[in-house]
C-alpha cells in the first residue's frame, strides 16, 4: 500500500447547508482513509454542474429522497491519487497518476445493467454529490476500478467538465441515430452541455448543427460550430428549423436545456424516423412531453431516447477528443467562496458556457 507523506489532518470543502435553498457554506472536513480498493485523490478542480444545483434545491422530482444538509456537491472532478487503499497492487492507476470522478462515482459491477456494458445505469450505483461525498472538496474517495485516467496533456481545469457535461453530450449524440453530414437541433446550444455539444457534433462527429438559445449565447454557438442558430425568444424556432433543413426536419434533436418548454417544441423539429434525445431534466413537477403524439411518432417513425450519463469507455473517448482539440470547453474560473453566487447566475439562467471551481 503506497502513500504520500504528511497529509493534513483536515481540509476545505463545499457543503450544501441548507438544501432547498441556494447556499453553500465553506467547511472544514476530516481526512478520509480509503478502504479496500479504493483510493484517496487531492483534487485540485471541479466543474459546476446545472444538476448540482438541482440536487441543491430539492427540484428533481425524480430523486428518491431529498438533499440533506451538510451534504458535500459537485461531480466533475479532477486531481491526482495521494494515497492506495488495500487490495489495490494491481489497480491500472496508482500514486501520482491524475484521475477524475464523474456523476456515477461507483458501480457495483455485477447488476444486470452493468453486464450489459450499461454501468451509467447501475442499478446500486453511487452519485457524487448526492449521498455521496462529491468533489466540492480538496480530497474525495474513489474506487480504484471506476476512476478515469486523464490525458496527460489536457489541464485539469479544462478536463473537469468534460466528465460530465462532455460525456453526456457524447453518449446522446451517440445514441441520437444521426451521422455525419446529418442535420442536429440542440436545444440550449450556448449553455454548459450545449457549447461541448456543438463542438462536438460538428468537429467531432461531422454532423450539421443547428443552435437554439436565448439570443445572447448565438456568439458563443456559432464559435463553436453552429452552422444555423436561431434565438428562441423571436420567431416560431420550429418554422426555422424546417426552412434550414429544406422542409424536413432535423435528423436529431437534443433537448440539453431543463425546460418542459424547449420538449415540448423538440417534436416539431424532427424529420421522419428522426430521435429526440432527453438530457436536461426539468425541475419540479413531473410532466409528459407535451407534444409526443403517439399518431406522429408512428406515422413519422420517430423514437425518443433518453440519456444520464456516458459509460467509462464514453468518458474516455470524450476526454481524446479535449486532448486532441477537437473540442474546448469555454470556462472560467472560480474559488470555493464564489460558488453560492454563481449558482445564484445559473439560477437565473445568466451563465455561458461553463464555471469551473479551482480548490486550490
Known amino acids: 500500500m503506497s502513500e504520500a507523506p504528511e497529509l493534513p489532518k483536515t481540509y476545505k470543502g463545499v457543503v450544501y447547508d441548507e438544501p432547498g435553498k ?8 476530516d481526512m478520509p482513509e480509503p478502504g479496500a480498493g479504493e483510493v484517496l485523490i487531492n483534487l485540485t478542480h471541479s466543474g459546476v454542474c446545472h444538476s448540482d444545483l438541482g440536487v441543491m434545491t430539492n427540484r428533481w422530482a425524480g430523486l428518491p429522497a431529498p438533499t440533506q444538509p451538510g451534504q458535500v456537491g459537485g461531480h466533475e472532478g479532477v486531481g491526482k491519487i495521494v494515497k492506495m487503499g488495500p487490495g489495490t497492487e494491481s489497480a491500472a492507476v496508482k500514486v501520482g497518476d491524475r484521475v477524475g470522478i464523474k456523476w456515477i462515482s461507483a458501480i457495483c459491477g455485477s447488476c444486470p445493467a452493468c453486464l450489459a456494458g450499461h454501468d ?6 453511487k452519485v457524487s ?27 485539469s481545469d479544462a478536463a473537469a467538465p468534460m466528465l460530465c457535461a462532455g460525456v453526456t453530450v457524447y453518449s446522446a ?19 454548459g452541455l450545449g457549447h461541448l455539444a456543438t463542438q462536438i457534433a460538428s468537429r467531432g462527429m461531422g454532423m450539421r448543427v443547428i443552435g437554439i438559445d436565448a439570443g445572447s449565447k448565438e456568439k458563443l454557438a456559432k464559435e463553436c460550430g453552429a452552422e444555423v442558430f436561431i434565438d428562441h425568444t423571436k420567431g416560431n ?11 424536413l426536419g432535423a435528423q436529431a434533436v437534443l433537448v440539453l436545456t431543463a425546460a418542459n418548454a424547449a420538449y415540448a417544441s423538440g417534436m416539431g423539429m424532427l424529420k421522419f424516423g428522426g430521435t429526440l434525445v432527453c438530457v436536461g431534466l426539468p425541475e419540479g413537477e413531473l410532466k409528459g412531453i407535451a407534444t409526443a403524439y403517439p399518431q406522429f411518432l408512428v406515422a413519422k417513425a420517430q423514437k425518443i431516447v433518453g440519456v444520464a450519463v456516458g459509460d467509462r469507455r464514453e468518458a474516455i473517448e470524450t476526454l481524446d477528443f479535449a486532448e486532441r482539440g477537437l473540442v474546448k470547453t469555454h470556462f472560467r474560473t472560480i474559488k470555493m467562496d464564489k460558488l453560492t453566487e454563481t449558482f445564484e447566475q445559473m439560477d437565473r439562467g445568466e451563465l455561458a458556457g461553463r464555471v469551473v471551481l479551482d480548490l486550490s
Do not use: M
Not at 22 to 28: A, E, L, R
Not at 120 to 125: A, T, Y
Not at 237 to 247: D, F, N, R
Open 237 to 247: 424556432a420550429e418554422e426555422e428549423v424546417k426552412k434550414a433543413t429544406g422542409g
Open 129 to 155: 454529490g448526492y449521498y455521496t461525498p462529491g468533489t466540492f472538496q480538496q480530497y474525495v474517495l474513489g474506487p480504484a476500478n471506476y476512476v478515469t485516467p486523464i490525458p496527460e496533456s489536457l489541464p
Open 120 to 125: 451509467g445505469v447501475c442499478f446500486n450505483q
Open 22 to 29: 441556494v447556499s453553500t457554506k465553506i467547511v472544514d472536513l
Open 173 to 191: 449524440l451517440r445514441k441520437s441515430s444521426a451521422k455525419a453530414g446529418d442535420w442536429v437541433v440542440l436545444l440550449g446550444a450556448g449553455g
